[in-house]
C-alpha cells in the first residue's frame, strides 16, 4: 500500500517546509515538492502540518501506587497516546524492592504485550543498588533498555548519594543515560510531619512541603554527584528557574545536563492546590506540584533558548474516586496527572499559536529529541526515507474544546478541561496505518510494537 500525502508541510528539527511524502507499507518512502510516484490512495494535508509521532518518553500505566493502580494500563492508556498524536511511549519498568531487573522487565513486557495501540519501549527503574543490580545491566541493555530512573524521594524507592554516584559511574561506563527524579526527601518529610501535627491535612498543604527550592536543592546535589561520575544525567519533569539555574551552572562546566518537563508545568499553577472544593484541588496532586504562574514563562523561554530538550508528560493517571483517598490526608492522595493524549495540542496551542516557540522547536521536544535522547533515531522521530511512518497531521486552522468526555484516558477528568485549542490533530497514523482520526482511534487491535532501543545520540 502506497499513500501519497500531498499539499502539507513536513515539519522536522531544522524547521518545516512544503513537501509531500510518500509511504510504503510501514516506511516512508519518499519527501518532497509534486511527488509524481503512484500511490494506491492521497490523503489531501493542504494547510496541514506533518509532524513525525511524537514520543512521551514518560508514562506510567498499569503501576501500584499508594496501594491503588494507576487508571490506565497499557490498553487506555496507549489509546489516549494515539488521540493525541503520541505513536511511541516509553514506560517506566519498575521492580519490587529486591526483585531482579530482569523480573520486573518481564512483569512490564507482560502487561503492555498484547495490551498496547501504540509503539512503545521501557525504561528500567533502579531503586536498589548492589552487586546484583550492576550485573544484571549488561543484560538490560541486550534487551534494548537503554535509559534508567533514579528517585532521589519516595522512602520505597529513593537511592542515597553514594548508591547514586556507583550507579551512575557504573550507567556511564556501559554508554546509558538515567533520568532522575530530584526532590530532597529528608526535608519533605519533615515538613510532612509539620503539617500534619498541625491538623493542615487538605491538599493545599501538598505545595507548601514541596517547595520549589527543595527540588533546586536535589537537582544541585545530583549535578555534583554526576560532575564526580563523570556521567551524563536527565533531569526528569524539571518545574521551576531555580532547579533550572543548577542545570546551566553544571553545563557551564562542562557538564552533559538533559532537561524534560512537562505541559502541566507550562500551563498550569498551584493555585488550582488552593481550591475549597477537596475533588477539584486533589485531581491536580503530583510530584513535584505545579509551581507559581511566573515559573511557566520561565520554562517557555528556556524551552525556546533550547536549554530544555524535551517535553514528556508524566501520565500517571488516577480517578477522582481514587484521588479521594486522600480526603483526610494530602499524603495519601495518589500523585500523578493524566496527560499523554493532551500533550500535541497544548504545546501547539500555548506554544506555538501564541509565538513562545516555533514548529521546529516543538517538533525538537517532542519527537526529534527523545528520539535522539533514548536512542529511537532515526526510526522515530523524523520524516525522512526509511523511517516509520508515524505521522501527526496537524491542522492549525479551526479549534476545539478539551472535554473529559471525549477522552479515551480512564482517568474520567483531564486537567485541561475546558481549554480552547488552536486547531488540532486531524490524523494520526502508526507504521503507516491510519490510526486515528478526529479524536477516535480507529485500530481495532493493539498492534504497537515493543522498541528495542539503542544508545543516546543526542
Ligand atoms: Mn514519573
Redesign the pocket.
Known amino acids: 500500500m502506497r499513500t501519497l500525502f500531498k499539499g502539507g508541510s513536513v515539519a522536522s528539527g531544522k524547521g518545516v517546509h512544503r513537501a509531500d511524502l510518500l509511504v510504503e507499507g510501514e516506511k516512508v518512502a519518499a519527501l518532497g515538492r509534486g511527488l509524481k510516484q503512484e500511490a494506491d490512495r492521497v490523503a489531501d494535508v493542504s494547510g496541514c502540518v506533518l509532524f513525525p509521532g511524537f514520543i512521551d518518553a ?1 508514562t ?1 500505566f498499569d503501576l501500584e501506587v499508594a496501594g491503588t493502580v494507576t487508571a490506565d494500563g497499557f490498553a487506555s492508556g496507549s489509546r489516549a497516546a494515539l488521540r493525541g498524536g503520541t505513536t511511541t511511549v516509553i514506560d ?1 519498568a519498575c521492580p519490587d524492592k529486591g526483585e531482579s531487573l530482569a523480573s520486573g522487565l518481564a512483569r512490564w513486557q507482560k502487561k503492555a504485550g498484547g495490551q498496547t495501540f501504540c509503539d512503545y519501549g521501557f525504561h528500567m527503574t533502579i531503586n536498589d543498588w548492589n552487586e546484583a543490580v550492576r550485573q544484571e545491566l549488561p543484560e538490560m541493555f541486550f534487551q534494548g533498555i537503554s535509559s534508567f530512573k533514579m528517585y532521589m524521594t519516595y522512602p520505597a524507592m529513593l537511592l542515597g548519594d553514594r548508591d547514586l554516584y556507583w550507579a551512575l559511574k557504573e550507567l556511564k561506563t556501559l554508554g546509558g543515560v538515567c533520568g532522575v ?1 530530584c526532590e530532597n526527601a529528608g526535608v519533605i518529610d519533615g515538613m510532612i510531619a509539620e503539617k500534619k501535627a498541625a491538623g493542615e491535612l487538605s491538599p493545599a498543604s501538598h505545595p507548601q512541603t514541596r517547595p520549589p527550592y527543595l527540588e533546586a536543592e536535589a537537582v544541585g546535589r545530583l549535578l555534583r554527584i554526576a560532575q564526580a561520575a563523570q556521567a551524563p544525567v536527565i533531569i ?2 524539571l518545574t521551576n528557574g531555580e532547579a533550572l539555574s543548577e542545570v546551566l551552572w553544571a553545563r557551564k562546566r562542562g557538564q552533559t545536563v538533559y532537561v524534560e518537563t512537562c505541559p502541566q508545568y507550562l500551563t498550569l499553577d498551584e493555585s488550582l492546590y488552593y481550591q475549597e472544593n477537596f475533588s477539584d484541588a486533589a485531581r491536580y496532586v503530583c510530584a513535584p506540584p505545579l509551581r507559581e504562574r511566573r515559573e511557566q514563562d520561565i520554562l517557555w523561554k528556556a524551552l525556546h533558548r533550547g536549554d530544555i530538550q524535551t517535553v514528556s508528560t ?1 501520565h ?1 493517571s488516577f480517578t477522582l474516586e481514587q484521588k479521594a483517598l486522600g480526603r483526610e490526608d494530602f499524603t495519601k492522595i495518589p500523585g500523578g496527572l493524566p496527560g499523554v493524549e493532551t500533550r500535541g495540542e497544548l504545546m501547539w496551542s500555548c506554544g506555538v499559536a501564541k509565538r513562545k516557540i516555533s514548529v521546529a522547536q516543538m517538533c525538537r521536544v517532542l519527537s526529534e529529541n527523545p528520539a535522539k535522547l533514548y536512542g529511537l533515531f532515526p526510526r522515530k522521530g523524523t520524516l525522512q526515507p526509511g523511517s516509520d511512518a508515524d505521522i501527526v497531521v496537524y491542522d492549525p486552522s479551526g479549534g476545539h474544546v478539551i472535554q473529559a468526555e471525549d477522552c479515551a484516558s480512564a482517568a474520567g477528568y483531564t486537567p485541561y478541561e475546558g481549554f480552547a485549542t488552536d486547531g488540532g490533530i486531524r490524523q494520526v497514523w502508526l507504521r503507516g496505518r491510519l490510526a486515528a482520526e478526529d479524536g477516535n482511534v480507529l485500530l481495532s487491535q493493539p498492534e504497537g510494537k515493543y522498541m528495542a532501543r539503542g544508545k543516546c545520540m543526542l
Open positions: 514518560h506510567h517506566f527524579h526528569v519533569h508524566d500517571c
